[in-house]
């Protein structure tokens, strides 16, 4: 009877220790986004991440020394085009490789953070496996079967990508699409020339559309003109990383455009 008591005491002592929460401390860098995102973003990934945690049995806490840090930085701004970096330490040390960086793209500020909770279950089993083979070193056949493997992920810098057309470029296609319309119709309404048309008086009526035609044609062309020469410009100066001014002029029989390029 005394030593079913005992082994029970034991058992009963150490349940807790097994369920024991870890600590972690879980890091947001968003000091590269704008002050308009950065607040949403930070409250908005603590939201979705904080249940994660607790489902693995992790407490947040600030002087842990397994950590997880996460850094925000913007591709493309107006397109809300966020790279995302996840690193993991343990015990204070960087683990590598580490988790791949990735890009969510036209993502609202909740739509980021659900992306990075979709993320935090692999930086967690990177942090735990590490914490496994610190303590179970492997030996040097099962080293190399795991080194010469599919990486987990790289951790390089991303190239900044440049579209190959911007918003001034998109504009301009507008543009040239409204003169081609336009100079299409002046063409039909030039074609018509003058229309005798039958009236109540004596003498017929005759239209001439032939002026309305040579306006909508020189309205549409010099649309289509300076609406081509726009997107052009763009297209080339993006390719090069040039910034470019452009300045449209519009004048009663045409139409002109500036262009300023900073090399």
Same mark, same amino acid.
Request: hydrophobic residues 45%; negative net charge.
């Given at each position: 009877?005394?030593?079913?008591?005992?082994?029970?005491?034991?058992a009963?002592?150490a349940a807790?220790?097994a369920?024991?929460?870890?600590?972690l401390?879980?890091?947001?860098?968003?000091?590269?986004?704008?002050?308009?995102?950065?607040?949403?973003?930070?409250?908005f @990934?603590?939201?979705? #991440?904080?249940p994660l945690?607790?489902?693995r049995?992790y407490?947040?806490?600030d002087?842990?020394?397994?950590a997880?840090?996460?850094?925000f930085d913007?591709l493309?701004?107006?397109?809300l085009e966020?790279?995302v970096? %996840?690193?993991v330490y343990e015990?204070?040390?960087?683990?590598?490789p580490g988790?791949?960086?990735?890009?969510?793209?036209?993502c609202?500020?909740?739509?980021?953070?659900d992306?990075v909770a979709e993320?935090?279950?692999a930086?967690l089993?990177?942090l735990?496996?590490a914490?496994v083979?610190? %303590?179970?070193?492997?030996?040097?056949?099962e080293?190399?079967?795991q080194?010469?493997?599919?990486?987990?992920?790289?951790?390089?810098?991303p190239?900044?990508?440049?579209?190959p057309i911007?918003g001034?470029g #998109?504009?301009?296609?507008?543009?040239a699409?409204?003169?081609?319309?336009?100079?299409?119709?002046?063409?039909?309404?030039?074609?018509r020339?003058?229309?005798?048309?039958?009236?109540? @008086?004596?003498?017929?009526r005759v239209e001439?559309?032939?002026p309305?035609g %040579?306006?909508?044609l020189?309205?549409?062309?010099?649309?289509?003109?300076l609406? @081509?020469a726009?997107?052009?410009v763009? %297209?080339?100066?993006r390719?090069?990383n040039?910034k470019?001014?452009v300045a449209?002029?519009?004048?009663?029989?045409?139409?002109g455009?500036?262009?300023s390029?900073r090399f």
């Open positions: 009877m005394v030593l079913l008591a005992s082994t029970s005491r034991v009963w002592a807790p220790a369920t024991a929460e870890r600590p401390r879980v890091t947001l860098d968003v000091s590269a986004l704008a002050e308009v995102d950065a607040p949403h973003i930070e409250r @990934t603590l939201e979705r #991440i904080e945690l607790q489902k049995m407490t947040r806490a002087d842990a020394g397994d997880i840090e996460i850094r913007y493309d701004q107006k397109d966020y790279a970096y %996840v690193d015990d204070g040390a960087l683990v590598e988790i791949a960086w990735f890009v969510c793209k036209f609202p500020q909740s739509m980021l953070a992306n993320h935090l279950p930086a089993d990177l735990e496996r914490e083979e610190a %303590v179970t070193p492997m030996v040097p056949e080293r190399d079967s080194t010469t493997g599919a990486p987990i992920g790289s951790v390089d810098e190239t900044v990508r440049t579209k911007g001034l #998109i504009t301009a296609a507008v543009v699409g409204g003169g081609l319309a336009t100079t299409i119709a002046g063409a039909v309404e030039f074609g020339g003058e229309v005798v048309k039958r009236s109540d @008086t004596p003498n017929l001439d559309h032939r309305q %040579v306006f909508l020189s309205v549409g062309m010099s649309a289509l003109v609406g @081509t726009v997107m052009v763009d %297209v080339v100066t390719e090069k040039k470019i001014a449209p002029s519009w004048m009663p029989r045409g139409a455009v500036s262009v390029v």
